[in-house]
C-alpha cells in the first residue's frame, strides 16, 4: 500500500482554516495513570493516520524516534514512514501495545519498523538502543530525540527527588546518551531533531524541573549544533505548545486544567499530534541544509524568542 492510498481525501496540503482544522476538544478533568496510553487517550487524538500524505521526502532514510508509540513521536513515526524511511522505536515496556499500532502503520507503506523496547533513565539502553537500531535498520541517518516526561507538581517543596532525577535523566541525559552514541554511526547529511516545548522560555509554575529540561535541550541544539555543522550533521529542535497527547492526562496537567488544554492559544484549541510531523520531516530532509541550531516553534501562535 502507498500512502497516497492510505490518506483519505482531506490531507495536510488541503486549503483549510486553521482555527476550525481540528476541533476544540474539552478533556475531563480526570487523571490517567502514568506513562500515559494512546489506547486510553479521552477524546482520541489525530496522529494523521488517515490524513498525512508523504510525497518521498525522505526517501531510503533510516531514523531512530524515542517515543515513538505515542503522541507526537507516533505522529512523526507515521509521517518519516509516508515519507520513505525505514523506522527504529524507542518506547518504554508497558507502552507495547500503543508501539504495535504504530508499527502495523509503518509497515502498511511496506517500510521496515524495529521495535526497542526499554528505559531511557538506563544509561545502559541508551547505548543499546542505538545498537540495535542500527544492526535492524541497516545503518542511521536520522535521530529524533522526543521521549519526554513531564509531571506537574504544586510546589518545589513537593518535587521530590526521584521525580527530579527521572524528568532529567528522561528529558535531557538521555538526548546527550543516545546522540553520543549515534555519532558513531551518523554521516555527512545526517540530522538530529530535539522535542523542546514552550515551556523552554513560558514555564508554568507547576512544571519547574521538565521546563528547565526543556531550556535546556534549546541550549543543547544551539551549542551541539555549531559542533557538529563541520562534520555535515545538522542538529535542529521543535518546541510544540499545548498538543493533545497522552503525556498531558497522565499527570503532564494539573487535572483540573485539563479542560482549558489548549485553548489560550491564539487558534483557540489544542494542537493535534499530525500538525507537528511536518516540522520534523522538514528539519531531517536535505532541504533544510542551510537550517541548524533552530528551534522551530509550532504552538498556534504563542509569541516565542
Ligand atoms: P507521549 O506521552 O505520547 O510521548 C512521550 C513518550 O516518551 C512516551 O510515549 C514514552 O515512550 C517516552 N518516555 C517517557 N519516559 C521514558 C523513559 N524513561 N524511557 C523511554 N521512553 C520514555 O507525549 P508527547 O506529548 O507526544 O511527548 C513527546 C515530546 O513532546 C516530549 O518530549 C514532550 O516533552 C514534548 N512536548 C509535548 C507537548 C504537548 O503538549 N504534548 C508540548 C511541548 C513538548
Ligand atoms: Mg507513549
Redo the contacts with the bound molecule.
Keep these: 500500500m502507498t500512502s497516497e492510498s492510505t490518506a483519505g481525501s482531506t490531507d495536510q496540503y488541503t486549503f483549510q482554516n486553521p482555527v476550525t482544522r481540528f476541533e476544540s476538544i474539552t478533556p475531563a478533568a480526570e487523571h490517567t495513570a502514568e506513562?500515559?496510553l494512546?489506547s486510553d487517550l479521552e477524546p482520541r487524538a489525530d496522529r494523521g493516520e488517515t490524513s498525512y500524505r508523504g510525497t518521498g521526502r525522505l526517501k531510503g532514510r533510516k531514523a531512530l524516534i524515542?517515543?515513538?508509540?505515542?503522541?507526537?513521536?507516533?505522529?512523526v513515526a507515521i509521517a518519516y514512514a509516508r515519507e520513505g524511511a525505514d523506522v527504529a522505536m524507542?518506547?518504554?515496556p508497558e507502552?507495547e501495545e500503543?508501539a504495535q499500532t504504530v508499527k502495523e502503520l509503518i509497515e502498511a507503506e511496506g517500510r521496515t519498523a524495529v521495535c526497542i523496547p526499554?528505559?531511557?533513565?538506563?544509561a545502559g539502553?541508551c547505548v543499546s538502543l542505538v545498537q540495535q537500531a542500527v544492526d535492524g535498520l541497516g545503518g542511521l541517518d536520522i535521530l529524533v530525540n522526543?521521549?519526554?516526561?513531564?509531571v506537574a507538581v504544586e510546589s518545589l517543596e513537593e518535587l521530590t527527588d526521584e521525580q527530579l532525577d527521572?524528568t532529567f535523566?528522561?528529558?535531557i541525559y538521555?538526548f546527550f546518551r543516545v546522540t553520543r552514541e549515534a555519532l558513531k554511526h551518523l554521516q555527512p547529511g545526517s540530522a538530529i531533531i530535539n522535542?523542546?516545548?514552550?515551556?523552554a522560555y513560558e514555564p508554568s509554575p507547576t512544571l519547574v524541573d521538565?521546563a528547565s529540561t526543556?531550556a535546556a535541550i534549546n541550549n543543547f541544539t544551539k551549542g551541539l549544533g555549531q559542533q557538529l555543522a563541520p562534520k555535515g550533521i545538522r542538529v535542529n529542535a521543535v518546541?510544540?505548545?499545548?498538543?493533545?497527547?497522552?503525556?498531558?492526562p497522565?499527570g503532564?496537567q494539573p487535572a483540573e486544567a485539563l479542560p482549558e488544554f489548549?485553548k489560550a492559544t491564539p487558534l483557540g484549541r489544542?494542537?493535534q499530534?499530525t500538525e507537528l510531523a511536518p516540522a520534523y520531516v522538514f528539519l531531517a530532509s536535505s532541504e533544510a541544509s542551510y537550517v541548524i541550531g533552530e528551534t522551530l516553534n509550532v504552538n498556534g501562535g504563542m509569541p516565542s524568542p
Excluded: C
Design positions: 506513562p500515559g494512546e524515542t517515543g515513538a508509540d505515542s503522541g507526537i513521536g507516533a505522529a524507542s518506547y518504554l507502552e500503543d526499554g528505559d531511557l533513565k538506563d539502553y522526543n521521549a519526554g516526561k513531564q527521572h535523566k528522561t528529558n538521555s522535542s523542546t516545548s514552550i515551556q521538565y526543556k518546541a510544540p505548545g499545548p498538543i493533545w497527547t497522552p503525556l498531558q497522565s503532564g489548549g489544542a494542537g499530534p
